[in-house]
């Protein structure tokens, strides 16, 4: 078996599926399958990969599934891992032409039973890195690692941009599933993360090995759309982090993003059902603002879609 299974949740990027496949067939380091997820993609996906899978250069294994949006086909593929390890690139992302072999050289030399992953960094096509660099001090955490990392003797470093986790799959699998609402297809693909920092040490990888393009089409260019048509996701997702943030401001942006979250949802018991009650209220009027900004750019990303 593998030690490593790369696994890319797709629908409808046969357009741009194969510079990814193009990435992997560059590694040096050929420990590794290739699990793709089809969303329900009607545009020739499954085609295009048995085409790649009869070619035999390397380990590919297709799934389809109906269609529901990013975080069930990260549910499909979490069912579906045996390798060792496991990591996620995007349909429209890529691998570096060393990021395997420099994963398992890590991994083999920093191994342990208290590790549940390994955070390395995304670079755009250019080099530059995504964001910044951990503090070369940092080689490892427990607690916290999204937006800001909190070093184990207390002290707390923000950290901007998107890293890339490569999990231990036991472990992973250990976790819920990613929660899916009925009529929603986004929910943070963060979640189990949560749980990994929290009960496990994170390794610091502080190089990059994927190459990241945000296309017109991807999640994070429909950010303002995303809060209204997934806003029990994203209620429900605040509920967790306005509880277990690290900081005080931290807790305060959640609290401000739960009630935007719940005005969207007109759900007016929402100062009953908050994990942080003290914050909500002196959030409240911050959260009111936030949610005119978020419905002021959504109406103008509706007016440039038409």
């Known amino acids: 078996m593998k030690t490593l299974t790369v696994f890319t949740p797709t629908f409808n990027r046969a357009y741009c599926l194969g510079e990814l496949y193009k990435s992997l067939l560059r590694q040096k380091n050929t420990d590794f399958k290739w699990l793709i997820i089809d969303d329900g993609s009607s545009d020739g996906t499954d085609k295009l990969v048995e085409s790649w899978q009869s070619e035999g250069?390397?380990?590919?294994?297709?799934?389809?599934?109906?269609?529901?949006?990013?975080?069930?086909?990260?549910?499909?593929?979490y069912e579906l891992l045996e390798t060792e390890l496991n990591m996620c690139i995007d349909s429209d992302d890529y691998l570096t032409d060393d990021a395997v072999e420099k994963i398992l050289d890590f991994w083999k030399k920093n191994k342990s039973e208290n590790v549940g992953a390994i955070y390395a960094l995304d670079a755009t096509k250019s080099g530059e890195i995504l964001g910044e660099k951990y503090p070369d001090d940092l080689k490892s955490f427990q607690g916290w690692g999204c937006k800001i990392v909190v070093y184990n003797d207390g002290k707390i470093h923000n950290v901007v941009g998107d890293k890339k986790c490569i999990a231990v799959t036991k472990y992973l699998k250990k976790y819920p599933p990613i929660p899916v609402f009925e009529g929603e297809k986004f929910y943070s693909l963060y979640w189990k993360q949560h749980f990994l920092e929290r009960d496990y040490k994170i390794l610091i990888l502080n190089e990059p090995v994927c190459i990241v393009e945000y296309m017109p089409d991807g999640a994070s260019m429909n950010k303002f759309k995303q809060y209204f048509t997934n806003a029990k996701g994203f209620q429900h997702m605040r509920l967790m982090l306005m509880k277990d943030s690290p900081t005080l401001k931290l807790r305060f942006i959640e609290s401000m993003h739960y009630i935007n979250s719940s005005i969207i949802l007109r759900d007016w018991n929402f100062f009953s059902k908050?994990?942080?009650?003290?914050?909500?209220?002196?959030?409240l009027p911050f959260g009111i603002a936030l949610h005119l900004y978020v419905k002021r750019n959504y109406n103008k990303q509706l007016q440039l879609n038409k």
């Not at 250069?57 to 297709?62: A, F, L, M, R």
């Not at 908050?274 to 959030?283: D, G, I, P, R």
């Open 57 to 77: 250069k390397i380990e590919i294994q297709y799934y389809y599934k109906s269609n529901g949006g990013m975080h069930t086909a990260h549910n499909a593929a």
């Open 274 to 283: 908050s994990t942080n009650k003290v914050m909500t209220l002196l959030a």
